[in-house]
């Protein structure tokens, strides 16, 4: 898409938008009550007669937000120019105090470099922002799609101030350079609105700083839009249905854990459930449901708050990571009072989660008497249907898939839509072991994780690869990206 033929200060300070440009006239878009005067200037800017169309101060900051928050400015152009504007040597010898950050000219390109980023980023669907300053050079590295691509290289001069920059709009002490701090910032961007988790770490050549970005609009999913195949999703919102034990989510970080146990909670009834959730942090709004997020700077453990909300007569209780003795206990506590507990858990595979949970220290007793199911999952990148192609499978491709490799498998290939890494957009696999009779006698005698997988596979329970081999049949992903996130 084409820049706006105005910049957006201007537009919005004027309440003049260049709807179009054609090739007699222009068509703009004027808010009413906007100065009047400002239109000569456009005209002049723009050397064309003007068509005006006056709409409503409403209508017109809808359509504002549109124009802008679509364009396809690059956000290493917009860093490469603040580089040429701002006085490098100024930065270098010292550091504006937060008057001078706010109040001097100089500060208003760091500005529009952290806009631009932050942009960027929400536009093209990032999770993260990496901001990490090196001996000669500064990194602004996005995280698509799973992957940690390079954005942009500010010069090292500019580190500081952006960093200051993001703390202000954190509202983190700018001064305390010695220790890690985190903050949230909250934006809007088109009437989407997207939260911010800020955190800096101190480093020798300065502050390094990660943008976790947490899109509202995009946590609000169903089960069956996960990617789960059907066999999967019917017997895993079956154990939703329980009215008490334990439902676990393994996976490590960023494989889509608590995407899927929102989805899970979304699917249940708030107004005749009692739904609890402790979380850290909390990442989506869930209606009628109680969200609690951990603070341990006031000492608001997991453990401290789960002990609180079974004081709170609750139904369903969603726990964001068990990773300590004491929850567990607690969580195990809870389900045998006639709770259903949904958690998540750092594990390679369903079956581990059993073997993490005995080596914090849990009864294996207790554990065979409450646990429900685990579902481990993980994220593989779809390919883009634009560039991608295919070709038939090898007798290499055969002896590392497996003999249910399809004939035919697809690749990725680049191209502008997928700006050229070959993928767009993620989905789901997965692995479900549903605990039954025999799988519960197995914890209680302490089989090891061999024999706990034997006997769920024995049942029908696909792995992680397995699972992804119905993508690569219907072209979803590749093999190389199957192989790169199930790889032992």
């Known amino acids: 898409m084409s820049a706006p033929a105005l910049p957006y200060a201007f537009a919005k300070a004027h309440g003049i938008l260049v709807a179009a440009l054609g090739g007699e006239h222009a068509e703009v ?17 723009l050397g064309l007669p003007l068509q005006i169309e006056c709409i409503g101060r409403a209508a017109f900051e809808a359509r504002l937000a549109e124009t802008y ?21 100024q930065l270098m010898t010292e550091l504006p105090t937060v008057e001078d950050l ?25 999770s993260d922002i990496h901001i990490e300053p090196y001996e000669r050079n500064s990194v602004v590295r996005f995280r698509r799609d799973g992957v940690l691509v390079d954005v942009a290289q500010p010069h090292r001069a500019l580190h500081a101030a952006m960093a200051s920059r993001i703390k202000i709009m954190a509202s983190l002490d700018i001064a305390e350079k010695r220790l890690p701090q985190d903050g949230r910032i909250a934006l809007r961007l088109a009437g989407r609105q ?13 502050e390094r700083i990660v943008l976790r970005l947490l899109d509202k ?20 919102a079956e154990l939703l249905k329980e009215p008490h034990g334990i439902l676990l989510v ?35 709004d869930l209606p009628g449901v109680g969200q609690i997020q951990v603070n341990p700077r006031i000492e608001l453990s997991f453990a401290k708050a789960l002990r609180a909300i079974l004081r709170q007569d609750p139904d369903v209780i969603m726990i964001g990571e068990i990773r300590d003795l004491e929850t567990a206990q607690i969580a195990v506590q809870a389900s045998l009072t006639g709770h259903l507990v949904l958690a998540t858990l750092h594990t390679n595979d369903a079956a581990s989660a059993v073997t993490r949970l005995v080596d914090m220290g849990v009864e294996p007793f207790l554990l065979a008497s409450t646990l429900r199911g685990v579902l481990a999952q993980r994220l593989v990148r779809k390919l883009c249907t634009t560039c991608r192609s295919a070709s038939p499978s090898s007798a290499a491709d055969r002896e590392l898939l497996g003999p249910d490799t399809p004939a035919q498998l697809w690749h990725a290939t680049g191209c502008m839509e997928c700006s050229r890494t070959g993928y767009a957009g993620r989905s789901g696999i997965y692995e479900l072991i549903v605990a039954d009779e025999t799988f519960q006698r197995l914890i209680h005698t302490g089989a090891d994780e061999a024999q706990l997988r034997a006997h769920a596979i024995a049942n029908g329970t696909r792995s992680l690869r397995d699972d992804g081999l119905r993508l690569l049949a219907s072209g979803l992903t590749s093999a190389e990206e199957l192989l790169r996130v199930t790889r032992e």
Do not use: C, W
Not at 37 to 45: K, P
Not at 114 to 125: D, E, G, H, K, S
Not at 194 to 206: A, K, N, Q
Not at 217 to 236: E, H, I, N
């Open 102 to 126: 706010l109040d001097t000219q100089d500060d208003a390109p760091i500005i529009r470099m952290i806009n631009a980023l932050l942009t960027q980023a929400v536009r093209q669907q990032a």
């Open 217 to 236: 609009g995009s946590g609000q999913r169903s089960l069956d839009s996960l990617g789960m195949a059907a066999d999967t999703v019917r017997p895993f």
């Open 250 to 284: 393994t996976g490590p970080t960023g494989s889509g854990k608590s995407t899927t146990l929102y989805a899970a909670l979304q699917g249940m009834d708030a107004k005749r459930r009692n739904i609890v959730t402790v979380e850290d942090p909390v990442e989506y």
């Open 194 to 206: 997207v939260d911010v988790r800020v955190s800096t770490l101190p480093t020798t050549h300065g």
């Open 29 to 45: 878009v004027m808010r009413e009550g906007a100065d009047l005067t400002a239109l000569a200037e456009v005209r002049r800017s």
């Open 69 to 89: 928050s679509g364009t396809d400015d690059n956000a290493a152009e917009v860093v490469a120019d603040v580089g040429q504007e701002v006085d490098l040597t």
